[in-house]
């Protein structure tokens, strides 16, 4: 079944699902005739994938942010996303037979099934057969990096976050891997004896940007303590 989505929910239910499944983008309208018959072919071959494709549906008219990231000239316009980008995508109502080629390419492959299996399963000995196939998977190196700092392990823990390209989710679980703190740590102290050291210790520096880390961006402390550290090193 196809999902509406707006303006408000596209970043959720569009960009960040895309990096789970393949997801497909329906841009339509009401009053566009060839949509109306467009609409129900894709829905019943996608939902043929039984969940391994997934369709959302977004009316232009009342999503005018969504089209305009699209660069819409003309509707039926749909594109497939997979890990937050397009990777491919039509104009137009297409016949049932080139639907369906479309949405059996963005399909995973068995090895990628085999893959995503591993690490559902969320043991060391799942993730580190996971590694085995892809030794660059995220998610399998953030899952093995969770359970190495779980039991203390955690210089083992940053050298498998280090094979990877920092994103915002392991950057947070190499912070929890540097810096123990106490659950009922409100951090300021350490926050502000810190910074005496940040200009000329790298590490003192490093474990200020690793509680504002841990901090996370809604606590309303941490844009302060930032400005605090950018007058101490400038």
């Known amino acids: 079944m196809a999902i509406d989505?707006?303006?408000?929910?596209?970043?959720?239910?569009?960009?960040?699902?895309?990096?789970?499944?393949?997801?497909?983008?329906?841009?339509?309208?009401?009053?566009?005739?060839?949509?109306r018959t467009l609409g129900p072919i894709i829905e019943k071959v996608v939902e043929a994938t039984n969940g391994k494709v997934v369709l959302v549906?977004?009316?232009?008219?009342?999503?005018?942010?969504?089209?305009q990231a699209f660069d819409v000239q003309s509707i039926p316009a749909v594109y497939a996303l997979k890990n937050g980008g397009v990777v491919d995508g039509f104009v137009g109502a297409l016949p049932e037979h080139v639907i369906q080629e479309f949405v059996d390419s963005l399909m995973p492959t068995e090895g990628e099934d085999a893959l995503a299996a591993l690490i559902s399963e969320g043991t060391e000995g799942s993730y580190r057969a996971a590694l085995e196939i892809e030794p660059g998977n995220e998610d399998a190196i953030a899952g093995l990096a969770q359970l190495l700092i779980a039991r203390?392990?955690?210089?083992?823990?940053?050298?498998?976050?280090?094979?990877?390209?920092?994103?915002?989710?392991?950057?947070?679980?190499?912070?929890?891997a540097r810096v123990q703190v106490?659950?009922?740590?409100?951090?300021?102290?350490?926050?502000?004896?810190?910074?005496?050291?940040v200009k000329a210790d790298e590490a003192a520096r490093q474990q200020y940007v690793d509680l504002l880390e841990l901090m996370g961006p809604d606590d309303p402390r941490v844009a302060v303590?930032?400005?605090?550290?950018?007058?101490?090193?400038?």
């Open 182 to 197: 106490a659950p009922d740590d409100d951090h300021e102290a350490t926050l502000t004896a810190l910074l005496d050291q």
């Open 57 to 67: 549906k977004v009316d232009t008219d009342q999503n005018p942010a969504i089209s």
């Open 152 to 176: 203390g392990e955690n210089e083992q823990a940053l050298q498998f976050l280090a094979r990877i390209p920092e994103t915002d989710r392991t950057r947070h679980i190499a912070a929890s």
């Open 225 to 234: 303590y930032r400005k605090k550290l950018t007058a101490r090193l400038f």
């Open 5 to 35: 989505v707006t303006d408000a929910t596209f970043q959720t239910e569009v960009i960040d699902r895309s990096h789970t499944v393949p997801v497909i983008v329906d841009l339509w309208a009401p009053w566009c005739g060839p949509c």
